[in-house]
Nanobody
Framework: QVQLVEFGGGSVQAGGSLRLSCAAS????????MGWFRQAPGKEREGVAG???????AYADSVKRRFTISKDTAKNTLYLQMNSLKPEDTAMYYC?????????????????WGQGTQVTVSS
């Protein structure tokens, strides 16, 4: 059974940084594409970053040059480094795994989801 568990959320002031982690069990990151999504209160879930099996990445325009998605296959852990955080980055962040062949941020491409970790950025 595939399980994804996110860590690293918290509260930070604008301009600060956080690193989210997503630990996986039940499968290997080397065989799945991965993604980070977020959902703010009253808004739809949106894709933040995607990573395919060989390391190609994709980012939402709103986070380009601020966020970095990466993985450590040996640790079966996915990361999202978030720098220069803004109040509009405040949301619940989710990691997801799927069988997509290219980096994608479409929720329908992902089969497994974590429970989420809250990120709050104050001005």
């Amino acid at each position: 059974q595939v399980q994804l568990v996110e860590f690293g959320g918290g509260s930070v002031q604008a301009g600060g940084s956080l690193r989210l982690s997503c630990a996986a069990s039940g499968y290997s990151y080397s065989t799945y594409c991965m993604g980070w999504f977020r959902q703010a209160p009253g808004k739809e879930r949106e894709g933040v970053a995607g990573l395919d099996r060989i390391g190609h990445t994709a980012y939402a325009d709103s986070v380009k040059r601020r966020f970095t998605i990466s993985k450590d296959t040996a640790k079966n852990t996915l990361y999202l480094q978030m720098n220069s955080l803004k109040p509009e980055d405040t949301a619940m962040y989710y990691c997801a795994a799927g069988s997509c062949l290219i980096p994608t941020m479409l929720a329908s491409d992902f089969d497994y989801w974590g429970q989420g970790t809250q990120v709050t950025v104050s001005s």
